[in-house]
């Protein structure tokens, strides 16, 4: 909190807070809770469309899938906690985005884990890797929710730090929605789950300041505790309690507790709570007021119910176990009371918890592109590195160690372009999430368009029609200027961008003060996007003899690709977004797929072209021969990123309907006991074995 904050709440109680107040009120004026200073930015997002049933401002948005099933989706980062003990602070962030879902009255159904970590040859970076995935895993594997996707990239920037962003979708039908909020007074609160404990305390400010060189040792009781099988207990009771139309408003206990939940459940409607905090059930002895009222211990939820109701719900809870209390009551006036042990030591208007004021940080555009040559290195050198790389290699190490087939649902598994989700005997719902910090950083403006794109490129190589969006903006500090300024341009992307595909943003996150001692993360938007596809459209893969051929320009784009990135190459002009020709191939591409023209369909990103060729090679062990002509130089042309591309496999026969409906390029054909391609008169050729090898191995061996 700042001085002038605290001045401004003297001047509006007229006295000096009491230390609980203040506790309180600096949880709630933190930025991780308030997002004071994105949210004069975040008005800028498209919100709605004709999918959309709930935007932003509740615990998670809400998409119609058709008459009968809604999806229920959102985004939440832990980047703090997992840096300062990865098992922990990726396990919870799970927890927490999972029963963000629930408590819309959804049952969650899968996950996405967009990670990030520093250069694999470092102990420490591999540390946080290792226990990272593990977290995710062993909480995601024993509440019974997959993982079926994200991404997983490494980044000298992110050296001793991690980016933990974690995705949640769930479904539920239309009558089971229950909002975070109440519309009347005299419900009684109750709070399910967990003991409160001391950990987790100060979370959320924890989160809303850089973390100093000695964090492992001085914030790690901000880190919360996981428990999954309470969650899952948790899950089953909760839905059970929503199905009997008697809970009227539901929130989990994240960042700030018991304070935020309450105050925000009952503040958003203009009403008011009181809290017996002295009835809260406690995991350790001796704790306070302060404790009780900001411990962020995890796999807890706070309904509000009908006075005539409560026994009917708490006997649920009892059926599965679960500890629960009634810990307070709405009431008429806006105000937030609490009590311990009969004494009145809170009142605050609750406004002033839930409603603060923002912050416009001063801002300066700074300018890093520029033209750069390539340096000399032969095509097939340069095709090992990248190949090799860990940011291109299968993540089969990570999503093998998740139960990624858990509910049956998973249709396409992870490692493709996007998942896809069995929802009815005859639709899927495709997700997947993408970001790329190296774009952002040379110009955060088409970084953040380019996220949207790929996002939409992918659902579309699935054959998914795209449905809404939800982000999540990882950055450094605002109040520096440099960074405030990439985060406004990043916002301004990623809306234009939207509103180009019609798409709207129906949650999201904001992730400030990633940094340690002065070392900013580059500007990391992560977006990640929903799909409806017909499951028996989805292309199912290539056979001997199809065309292979490409959809989409390439230009001399490598700034913050990956090739680049290997070189040691900072600068370069960043890819820029064509929206009307990105729009134009995606119709294209997925009428292709629903008329049947196509056998598969891969989107052209991260490595480029050569390396699309090379993956699509490498996902069905098939030979392929590819020769292109280009007035660009050969590694040029062979990594650029330029969006807008895909790499089609077509059987020969379709080939003339094909051209009927987009111009299309043919470079070569899949067949044979090799990988080769030819661009102008260098070659790059190697055997299938050497190939899969590399691609589904190395991983395993970098991380033995």
């Not at 060189?213 to 505790?225: F, G, K, M, Y």
């Not at 939409?456 to 809404?468: D, H, I, T, Y």
């Not at 992560?526 to 056979?543: N, S």
């Not at 021969?625 to 650029?640: G, H, M, N, V, Y």
């Amino acid at each position: 909190m700042f001085p002038h904050e605290e001045k401004f709440i003297r001047e509006r109680l007229g006295r000096e807070p009491n230390e609980l107040e203040w506790s309180m009120l600096e949880v709630m004026w933190s930025e991780h809770a308030s997002y004071k200073s994105s949210r004069p930015w975040l008005k800028l997002l498209p919100t709605k469309n004709e999918h959309v049933i709930l935007g932003p401002g509740e615990d998670a948005g809400i998409i119609k899938f058709d008459e009968e099933t809604w999806i229920v989706a959102g985004i939440e980062s832990h980047n703090h906690p997992s840096a300062v003990e990865p098992y922990g602070g990726a396990a919870t962030g799970v927890g927490g985005i999972v029963r963000d879902i629930l408590c819309m009255g959804a049952r969650p159904i899968a996950l996405l884990d967009p990670i990030r970590f520093g250069p694999l040859e470092k102990d420490r970076n591999r540390y946080l890797f290792e226990y990272v995935v593990k977290g995710i895993a062993d909480y995601g594997n024993r509440i019974g929710v997959p993982t079926v996707g994200g991404e997983t990239e490494f980044d000298e920037s992110l050296d001793g730090y991690t980016l933990v962003n974690v995705a949640c979708i769930g479904i539920m039908k239309p009558e089971h929605l229950v909002h975070s909020y109440v519309t009347e007074s005299g419900l009684k609160l109750i709070l399910v789950g967990n003991r409160t404990g001391r950990d987790g305390i100060h979370g959320v400010t924890f989160a809303s300041e850089e973390l100093s060189e000695n964090a492992e040792e001085e914030d790690r009781s901000a880190v919360q505790i996981p428990d999954p099988f309470t969650e899952k207990l948790l899950i089953e009771a909760t839905l059970e309690a929503v199905y009997t139309g008697k809970v009227r408003a539901l929130k989990d206990l994240g960042g700030g507790g018991l304070t935020c939940a309450a105050s925000e459940m009952a503040g958003k409607k203009g009403f008011g709570a009181i809290v017996y905090a002295d009835r809260v059930p406690l995991r350790e002895p001796g704790m306070n007021v302060i404790e009780v009222m900001i411990s962020e211990s995890q796999e807890r939820m706070l309904l509000a119910v009908k006075p005539e109701d409560v026994e009917d719900i708490g006997k649920i809870f009892e059926k599965y176990e679960l500890e629960w209390t009634v810990v307070g009551e709405i009431i008429e006036e806006p105000r937030f009371i609490v009590y311990w042990h009969g004494e009145k030591v809170a009142d605050l208007p609750i406004d002033l918890l839930t409603d603060v004021p923002v912050i416009k940080w001063p801002t300066k555009p700074y300018s890093v592109e520029k033209e750069v040559e390539t340096p000399s290195i032969s095509l097939e050198e340069a095709f090992e590195k990248v190949w090799r790389s860990p940011n291109i290699i299968s993540k089969r190490w990570v999503w093998e160690q998740y139960d990624h087939e858990v509910q049956g649902r998973t249709v396409v598994k992870p490692g493709f372009d996007a998942a896809v989700l069995k929802i009815n005997d005859s639709y899927g719902l495709a997700f997947v999430a993408d970001g790329n910090p190296g774009h952002s950083y040379l110009n955060p403006y088409h970084g953040a368009m380019g996220a949207v794109a790929e996002v939409v490129r992918n659902l579309v190589s699935v054959g998914a029609r795209p449905l809404a969006l939800i982000d999540n903006l990882n950055f450094a500090s605002p109040e520096r200027p440099e960074v405030y300024w990439a985060f406004g341009e990043t916002v301004r992307g990623l809306a234009d961008a939207a509103r180009a595909f019609g798409l709207a943003y129906v949650s999201g996150n904001v992730s400030f003060y990633n940094e340690i001692v002065d070392r900013p993360i580059k500007p990391t938007p992560v977006v990640a996007g929903l799909g409806k596809v017909k499951l028996e459209k989805i292309p199912g893969g290539p056979e001997e003899g199809d065309l292979v051929a490409i959809i989409g320009e390439t230009r001399r784009e490598l700034g913050g690709s990956e090739l680049y990135r290997i070189l040691g190459i900072k600068e370069g002009i960043a890819p820029r977004v064509y929206l009307e020709k990105e729009k134009r191939n995606a119709e294209a591409v997925l009428r292709l797929i629903n008329e049947g023209l196509v056998s598969f369909v891969h989107d052209v990103s991260k490595g480029g072209l050569a390396i699309a060729l090379a993956e699509l090679s490498s996902w069905f062990n098939v030979g392929l021969k590819a020769e292109f002509s280009t007035d660009l130089k050969p590694i040029d042309f062979a990594f650029s990123e330029s969006h807008g591309r895909y790499l089609l496999t077509i059987p020969e026969e379709n080939l003339d309907i094909v051209k009927e409906f987009v111009p299309v390029k043919v470079v070569g054909r899949v067949g044979g006991e090799s990988f080769a391609i030819k661009i102008n008169r260098e070659k790059v050729e190697k055997s299938l074995e050497w190939l899969s090898d590399i691609y589904w191995n190395e991983l395993y061996r970098i991380m033995d």
